[in-house]
Each structure stands twice: as C-alpha cells, then as structure tokens.
C-alpha cells in the first residue's frame, strides 16, 4: 500500500525558516518524481514544487521560487521542502503527492502538515 | 500565463449527473486530470489524462475533453458525492502544474 506522511509543520514567525518532510513506502521511491501541493485556509489547491525522478530536475511555482527548496534523498524514501524567508500567506496545509507514471497526474497524496506563519 | 476556470458551486439531486466544468483556452490539446476533496481530507484522483479511471473509483465517474472545456460527469449522483472538485493540467510552456479553482458539489 503506497503511503505518504508529512512532517515538520508548526508555527513560525515571517521571515523564518522551516523543513518539511515526506515520508514514503509502498512503492518504489526512486523511480517516481514527487511533489508539494499547498492549500490555504479555506482555499484552492496550489501547486508549489516538483522535483524529477532521475534528472532530479525541479520547478517551483512563482510565489515560492526563490525561498523554497525541493529536495529528496532516496536512499531514505523521503521527500523535503525546505521553506526559508516565510511569510504570512505561506499559512496552508501542505501535501506531498506522488507524480503517476506519466508525471502528470497526482495519483496519490500525503494527509498533509500544517504550517502556520504568523507573528 | 494559462488559466483554468471552474464554476465556485453546482447543485444536483441525489440519482441525477452532475457535470463539473473546466475551462481553458484550447483545453483539449492538454490533459485533464480531477480530484475530488471531502472537508478534512486529501484530495483524491478520479479521473486521469482527460476520461481514464483510477483502480478503485466508480464507473459513475467519467470525462471528456473538447475544444476549451473538459468536463467531470457523476452519473447517479449519491450523498457521498458531495465534495470539492479541482481540475488540473500541466503547461509545458511555463513548465507549472495548475489547478482549476474548484467546484463545490452540493447534493441536495
């Protein structure tokens, strides 16, 4: 059974730091590329970064470019993001999902952390 | 940069289909993939590259993909349907993920 679980949420104040984690079993961690997925309070899913299996290629979304870093050791079947200079709409759950076969669609995900940023 | 537009709510009787709308501009040349989110929990894939089923997810659920609009049909709407429906495409030109704002399904 393919699962997910995230880590490292908490309050933080702006412009601090945070490192989540993620967790995976199931499946071959290697062979799938991984993501982040952000929702805020009461809001609509968001996309935040993508890292490629293999090439360990990433993408970020615009609003995170710059102060996030997506990384992944699987020797550790983990997933991380590594969240700097946070500010108070950074406020969401935060999901790591696995990219399907095709990197395209996301066919499974983490039951998210929460990560609050507020002073 | 792309946008995907769906409607903030639709409202369907129990044994009715519902259809859940993404729009975008020549949305058929991507592929489409919905999720469904109930309060409190993950979202969950029930329809990948535009019309495929995952394992697992009802047959009640289906979609297409035509021109700028894709479409998440529930046939033989039940209670358990009611739920948060997002779209979501890849856009090799900017090389981001988007999602769809999301549709609140509300069975009556």
């Known amino acids: 059974e393919v699962q997910l679980v995230e880590s490292g949420g908490g309050l933080v104040r702006p412009g601090g730091s945070l490192r989540l984690s993620c967790a995976a079993s199931?499946?071959?961690?290697?062979?799938?590329?991984m993501n982040w997925v952000r929702q805020a309070p009461g809001r609509g899913l968001e996309w935040v970064s993508s890292?490629?299996?293999?090439?360990?290629?990433?993408y970020y979304a615009d609003s995170v470019r710059g102060r996030f870093t997506i990384s992944r050791d699987n020797g550790k079947n983990s997933l991380y993001l590594q969240m700097s200079n946070l500010r108070a709409e950074d406020t969401a759950v935060y999901y790591c999902?696995?990219?399907?076969?095709?990197?395209?669609?996301?066919?499974?995900w983490g039951q998210g952390t929460l990560v609050t940023v507020s002073s | 940069s792309y946008v995907l537009t769906q409607a903030p709510s639709e409202s369907v009787a129990p044994g009715k289909t519902a259809r859940i709308t993404c729009g975008g501009n020549?949305?058929?040349?991507?592929?489409v993939h919905w999720y469904q989110q109930k309060p409190g929990q993950a979202p969950v894939l029930v329809i990948s590259y535009d019309s495929d089923r995952p394992s697992g997810i009802p047959e009640r659920f289906s979609g297409s993909n035509s021109g700028n609009t894709a479409t998440l049909n529930i046939s033989r709407v039940e209670a358990g349907d009611e739920a948060d429906y997002f779209c979501?495409?890849?856009?090799?030109?900017?090389?981001?993920?988007?999602f769809g704002g999301g549709t609140k399904l509300t069975v009556l």
């Open positions: 199931g499946f071959t961690f290697s062979d799938y590329s």
């Open positions: 979501q495409v890849w856009d090799s030109s900017s090389d981001h993920v988007l």
């Open positions: 890292i490629i299996t293999g090439s360990s290629k990433t």
């Open positions: 999902a696995r990219w399907g076969s095709g990197s395209a669609d996301f066919d499974y």
């Open positions: 020549n949305i058929e040349s991507k592929s």
